[in-house]
């Protein structure tokens, strides 16, 4: 099975069937391997550690930056000292879906226009789009150049998409959906997320 896009620290959430209901817990890649997984395993889920005993079959969401793979599993090794082993089984189906994480962020992004650039920011981003606010009226369901200011230290990131104006309450919000963006930099922005994502639930616990 071919797990090129999967790389340490990338977020996997795995589908815990307790026999009554089917709960989702957030893990993160510490190790990949060629048929398996090592995952960082929350001390809070620790609840549920009787249920992912060795063998026990699980449903894994991988977040890649060519989507969500979706992976049937199984336990290799149970959750201890914070860390799960899941093995993916010879039968394993892969699904992947165009979904990505979304985490606030408050950055510039440039939208390019013939008739003069117009400097916008950032309400939330993720590896397939980014939601802004902009003063200038943008006209919806056309396509823009753009780019988008990651890190103050790195080139900013070129991207083209589609903007489309979905919350008609808030006049000045718009989202623009990416339809050209190379790899490496959709890579770098869900990475961003995901490091995002991590700081919110350090300062939660």
């Known amino acids: 099975m071919a797990l090129s896009a999967v790389k340490s620290g990338q977020k996997v959430q795995i589908e815990v069937d307790t026999g009554i209901n089917k709960t989702i817990i957030d893990c993160y890649i510490i190790e990949p391997e060629s048929d398996r997984l090592t995952l960082s395993f929350p001390e809070s889920k620790n609840e549920y550690t009787p249920y992912l005993s060795e063998g026990t079959e699980v449903k894994a969401f991988v977040y890649s930056f060519t989507g969500i793979m979706i992976f049937d599993s199984i336990v290799f090794d149970p959750p201890y000292n914070g860390t799960i082993v899941i093995e993916f089984s010879e039968h394993h189906q892969v699904i992947q879906r165009r979904k990505y994480l979304r985490m606030p962020f408050i950055s510039d992004f ?67 959906e990416f339809l050209k963006i190379e790899e490496k930099d959709r890579d770098k922005i869900i990475q961003k997320c995901l490091k995002i994502e991590r700081i919110q639930r350090l300062k939660s616990d």
Not at 113 to 119: A, H, I, L, S, T
Not at 127 to 143: H, S, Y
Not at 147 to 162: A, D
């Open 110 to 176: 440039f939208i390019i226009r013939d008739e003069g650039n117009v400097k916008t920011a950032t309400v939330d981003l993720s590896g397939g789009g980014v939601r802004f606010l902009c003063e200038t009226q943008i006209v919806p369901d056309k396509v823009y150049k753009a780019q988008l200011r990651l890190e103050s230290y790195e080139p900013m990131i070129k991207v083209e998409g589609t903007v489309i104006k979905k919350n008609f309450y808030r006049t000045n919000e718009y989202v623009m």
